[in-house]
Nanobody
Framework: QVQLVESGGGWVQPGGSLRLSCTAS????????MAWYRQAPEKQRELVAS???????YYSDFVRGRFTISRDNAKTAVFLQMNNLKPEDTAVYSC???????????????WGQGTQVTVSS
């Protein structure tokens, strides 16, 4: 059974750092798109950053220069290193994957369970 598991959220003071992880397991994947989204209270979910299997990255303006997305294709994991965090970064962060299941021609699309990131003093 395919699973998507996130970890790494928590509380941090402004200017601090956190690292989020999201790992897909239970099958063999080849290629695909992985991304981080976030949703703050009473706000719509928004894309934070994304990365392709080839390593092409995209960052939303509000995190560019502070956050870094990376992936480990061998482990089908995506990471989000968040530096210089601000109170406005407070949100539930969720990973999203759109991966090809090896040898099937099928795709696996799923959301992580979400992890709370709180930035406050």
């Amino acid at each position: 059974q395919v699973q998507l598991v996130e970890s790494g959220g928590g509380w941090v003071q402004p200017g601090g750092s956190l690292r989020l992880s999201c790992t897909a397991s239970g099958s063999t994947f080849t290629g695909g798109f992985m991304a981080w989204y976030r949703q703050a209270p009473e706000k719509q979910r928004e894309l934070v950053a994304s990365i392709t299997s080839g390593g092409i990255t995209y960052y939303s303006d509000f995190v560019r220069g502070r956050f870094t997305i990376s992936r480990d294709n061998a482990k089908t994991a995506v990471f989000l290193q968040m530096n210089n965090l601000k109170p406005e970064d407070t949100a539930v962060y969720s990973c999203y994957v759109d991966l090809e299941l090896a040898g099937t021609g099928k795709r696996y699309r799923d959301w992580g369970q979400g992890t709370q990131v709180t930035v406050s003093s």
